[in-house]
């Protein structure tokens, strides 16, 4: 899942996103992640990897228009649609109802089936009746296999759900089957990296952050999870390789600034002001117009290092 506008999960602050990682971000994104179901193979699992950012389900819809044939399905979907708002307002049980109703005018072996059982997954996990989210994602995965078996969004969800009870490992499980079922989908690889960072087991989170990088090395902010978990391992030195590198190799990104914050924070850490005054420097030449904040931060730095 190449995260492009980001990330899960958590670094909102930089990049404009709707998951990101973790009160209950992922319901946001539901429709993207059903829509999967409905997009050439050419780009299912780009959809996949976009799993966070949000899609209008009028584009869903519309696929399903223009056909006598398809007017249960349609109806199936508008049901699910109002049933996954119902369960963002912190409806659940509404939201189960409307499903049930979708499931009556589904037709057998529709797409719709599976938007179904996830959106009762989703509610389930809304009414905190984790056994039976459970359940119903297992269902939504055996849907998922029978129509496409390069489907892995139904395991996202289930790690999401593993994540909020806090079955760890369990989580990780999930996560890793994702890229076993489509090998073009990283949405796995990240969600490990970042729950290991999270929750502390940083020795693992480093291999598992390169193994993300590997498979999306433009994503810069990944750099910055490692560089994290590095810091809390006090392996700063490694750290500051890790953020030359990002810069070094994409100097256009658009996340470039953020990341040489990061860097200066961590060398006035390290006792290394003069050198994080130059990194400053370096970001006033990029970032032109927050100046006046940059020099703020520069001048703050020069009057500590005296």
Not at 22 to 29: E, G, H, N, R, W
Not at 98 to 121: F, M, Y
Not at 212 to 236: F, N, V
């Amino acid at each position: 899942m190449n995260r492009s506008s980001v990330k899960l999960v958590l670094v909102t602050a930089i990049i404009s996103s709707i998951v990101t990682v973790v009160a209950q971000p992922f319901l946001a994104s539901f429709w993207l992640l059903l829509s999967h179901q409905l997009n050439a193979s050419s780009t299912k699992s780009q959809e996949s990897r976009a799993a966070k950012d949000a899609r209008d389900t009028s584009s869903i819809l519309s696929t399903l228009t223009g056909s006598p044939d398809t007017q249960k399905e349609r109806d199936a979907w508008e049901l699910i649609h109002k049933a996954s708002r119902e369960t963002s307002a912190g409806r659940g049980q509404s939201a189960l109802s409307l499903l049930d109703k979708a499931e009556a005018v589904s037709p057998e072996g529709a797409t719709a089936n599976l938007g179904i059982w996830q959106g009762r997954g989703l509610a389930y996990q809304k009414l905190k009746r984790y056994d039976e989210a459970v359940a119903a994602f297992d269902r939504a995965i055996q849907i998922s296999q029978k129509e496409d078996s390069r489907n892995a969004v139904p395991l996202l969800y289930k790690g999401f759900l593993y994540r909020e009870m806090k079955q760890y490992d369990k989580a990780i499980e999930a996560f890793e089957q994702i890229n076993k079922v489509d090998p073009e989908d990283n949405a796995g690889l990240y969600n490990k990296a970042r729950l290991l960072r999270d929750i502390g087991r940083h020795e693992a989170a480093i291999p598992a952050y390169d193994e993300y990088i590997k498979s999306d090395p433009t994503d810069i902010l990944a750099y910055s999870g490692k560089c994290q978990s590095l810091i809390e391992l006090k392996r700063y030195d490694e750290a500051i390789a890790v953020y030359e590198k990002a810069v070094r190799e994409h100097p256009d990104n658009e996340h470039v600034p953020y990341l040489l914050q990061e860097q200066a924070r961590l060398l006035v850490q390290m006792n290394r002001r003069n050198d994080a005054v130059k990194i400053y420097d370096q970001i006033l030449k990029i970032s032109p117009d927050d100046a006046e904040s940059i020099r703020e931060a520069r001048q703050s730095l020069l009057q500590s290092s005296n």
